[in-house]
C-alpha cells in the first residue's frame, strides 16, 4: 500500500505552478500541481494519456481551443497526444494521473515555461 496526501504540506510558489510527486505505482504517477490563482501552464500534449482532477480551486482547461471551466471535484481524461492547457481561476491543487512511461520533468518542464 502506498499512501500520500493531497492537503498537507502545500506550497505555492510566486511564479509557477508547484509540482510534487505523491506516489509511483507499477502503472502510474500520481501528481500534485499546486496553483496560484492566475498562474498558467501553457499548450502542451503528452505521448500518453492523463487524468486530471480538481482537489480544491476551480481552473480554466483548454483543450484544442475550448475552454471547460473546471471546479472542485471535477475529473477528465484526455488521450496522448491532444493539446491542453490550464489557468488557475483561483488558488488550485490538481491531481494529475501519469502514466508510468510518462515523465515528471515533462510537467516540471510545462511549468516553468
Known amino acids: 500500500m502506498k499512501k500520500s ?3 498537507e504540506n502545500i506550497v ?3 511564479n509557477k505552478a508547484a509540482i510534487s510527486v505523491l506516489f509511483e505505482t507499477e502503472t502510474t504517477k500520481e501528481i500534485r500541481v499546486v496553483m496560484k490563482k492566475e498562474q498558467l501552464m501553457k499548450e502542451h500534449k503528452t505521448a500518453f494519456p492523463i487524468t486530471v ?3 480544491e480551486g476551480a481552473i480554466d482547461f483548454g483543450v484544442e481551443g475550448t475552454v471547460y471551466k473546471l471546479i472542485k471535484g471535477d475529473l477528465v481524461s484526455l488521450e496522448a497526444s491532444v493539446p491542453h ?3 488557475a481561476v483561483e488558488d488550485s ?3 494529475l494521473t501519469l ?4 515523465t515528471v520533468d515533462r510537467v516540471v518542464k510545462v511549468a516553468e515555461s
Request: aromatic residues 10%; without cysteine; hydrophobic residues 45%.
Open 5 to 7: 496526501s493531497l492537503a
Open 12 to 14: 505555492y510558489n510566486e
Open 53 to 55: 482532477e480538481i482537489f
Open 85 to 87: 492547457d490550464l489557468v
Open 93 to 95: 491543487i490538481v491531481r
Open 99 to 102: 502514466s508510468k512511461l510518462d
